[in-house]
């Protein structure tokens, strides 16, 4: 794994309608480059909810989901509810759950984080304060700001509201975060070809 930093800015993701027309989706990254909905090892994105209703099914993809913006949802995972009304805090479920989202108010966004289980895994925490990183071989790591900002101290960037910036094998020193920030630190199953 080469070392990077690269910088998404929010104003450059595209929508994409879902096909069930209850919201939108914009893809923040994915990996492998190129990689679509059946190819994927890891996809970040954000998602504007605008109804209730099924979620898409992914077999053999574990998924992480956190509300941005909103008044939340009841997620019916498997038959077992689970309210999530707070913001910025990460819960997990298995993408081939038979899953339902009601709306507990209206519309929202939600932070989703999905690793293919036989070529990933992620672990996605929410920070209000300040933090520094050294990602670990075979470790990728994603941060987006979801309130306010994340100002990385060194290359001295800052990402606005729903920026992000993913780096791997590099110390990025310090980050001062005004707000709230996700941290997501993707890591390659033994015997994947990698992040």
Same mark, same amino acid.
């Given at each position: ?8 800015r ?32 890891w ?7 605008g109804?209730g ?27 077992a509810?689970h309210t ?14 038979? +899953?339902?989202? @009601? *709306?507990?108010g209206?519309?929202?966004?939600d932070?989703? =984080?999905?690793?293919? &289980?036989?070529e990933?895994? /992620?672990?996605v ?7 520094s990183?050294?990602p670990?071989?075979?470790e ?12 990385f101290?060194?290359?001295?960037? +800052?990402?606005? @509201? *729903? ?5 791997s094998?590099?110390? =990025?020193?310090?980050? &001062?975060?005004?707000?709230? /920030? ?7 199953v ?6």
């Open positions: 794994m080469t070392r990077e930093f690269s910088v998404l929010a104003h450059d993701r595209p929508a994409t309608p879902w096909k069930n027309g209850g919201g939108i989706t914009r893809e923040v990254a994915a990996g492998p480059a190129g990689a679509g909905l059946d190819d994927f090892s996809r970040v994105s954000l998602a504007e909810v109804q209703g099924p979620f898409s099914a992914f077999t053999g993809v574990d998924r992480v989901i956190t509300l941005v913006e909103g008044p939340g949802m009841e997620l019916t995972v498997d038959g509810p999530i009304a707070a913001p910025n805090q990460p819960f997990a479920f298995p993408g081939d759950a038979t +899953t339902t989202c @009601r *709306l507990l209206g519309p929202l966004v932070f989703n =984080v999905m690793t293919r &289980r036989t990933a895994t /992620a672990q925490r929410v920070t209000h304060e300040g933090f990183l050294a670990r071989r075979g990728l790591v994603l941060v987006i700001a979801l309130m306010g900002t994340a100002t101290e060194e290359p001295g960037v +800052t990402l606005d @509201r *729903l920026d992000a910036a993913v780096f094998g590099q110390d =990025v020193g310090a980050v &001062r975060v005004e707000g709230a /920030a996700a941290i997501v630190t993707l890591t390659a033994s015997g994947s070809p990698g992040l």
